[in-house]
């Protein structure tokens, strides 16, 4: 649960902006010469004309960090969030969603969108399950190539999400239906009519990146095929499993 001292707040201003990206560079542990998440000047640029930069101070120190545009359709995009290393998982990155979605029904938005990498279990689970947020689509190689210090050398495949800014129930599954597995241990192709799929995750896959690269880039081959191809076929994303599992049902 998140502790009740932490301060949740729009940030503004050279010195406050400075801090979120030296915040935002240690999540991602950026190195000398490596791109930031998101450009100081385009966060200033936010803060200034009506976009979202906003931040989770404990005990008045800077923890976490969003930042966000104004999206078509009447939404907030939000485009950038990070919270200190030591900090992640106590509830600040469901706080600072919940503080974005707040600043945006004050300004009569609808929805909050992000994108997130699918290999991610954490992100995976904070964003489906914990959120409630709904995968409109799987974009392979979204933001081309990045050099951020986290994604170095693999492709920047992610599922767009929108959040309603009124929370809207979940379609119930159907009753035990057909299941097909899918994991790093091939592409199992749905028998037609399957009701229920299931996708799998890696376990790490920053440590993957990091220690064995051509499994990583196995598993993001096998995921874009498997998630991506299910997502265009008709399926649709209704939940994210304890054990690291995409479960994806057929759209009516």
């Not at 599954?173 to 037609?192: E, H, N, W, Y």
Request: aromatic fraction near 8%; include cysteine; charge should be neutral.
């Amino acid at each position: 649960m998140l502790m009740p001292m932490v301060e949740l707040r729009t940030l503004h201003g050279t010195t406050q902006i400075l801090e979120a990206d030296r915040l935002l560079r240690r999540v991602w542990n950026t190195k000398a010469g490596e791109d930031p998440p998101l450009a100081v000047d385009l966060m200033c640029a936010f803060a200034h004309t009506g976009g979202y930069v906003g931040g989770a101070l404990l005990d008045g120190v800077l923890v976490g960090v969003a930042s966000g545009f104004l999206a078509a359709g009447g939404g907030l995009h939000s485009h950038v969030a990070g919270v200190a290393p030591e900090m992640q998982g106590r509830g600040i990155g469901q706080a600072i969603k919940a503080h974005q979605r707040s600043w945006a029904a004050s300004r009569g938005l609808t929805f909050v969108s992000w994108t997130f990498d699918p290999l991610v279990r954490r992100n995976a689970h904070l964003n489906l399950t914990r959120l409630g947020a709904r995968v409109s689509q799987y974009v392979p190689d979204f933001y081309g190539p990045l050099t951020d210090g986290i994604n170095d050398g693999d492709a920047s495949d992610r599922l767009f999400v929108h959040w309603p800014v009124s929370p809207v129930a979940a379609a119930p599954l159907p009753l035990d239906p057909p299941v097909v597995i899918v994991s790093s241990a091939g592409v199992v192709r749905p028998p037609d009519g399957a009701a229920v799929l299931h996708c799998g995750t890696p376990s790490d896959i920053s440590h993957l990146r990091r220690e064995d690269p051509a499994e990583a880039r196995r598993w993001r081959a096998v995921v874009r095929d498997a998630l991506g191809g299910a997502l265009a076929s008709g399926y649709r994303i209704s939940a994210f499993t304890k054990d690291g599992f995409y479960v994806l049902e057929r759209a009516a």
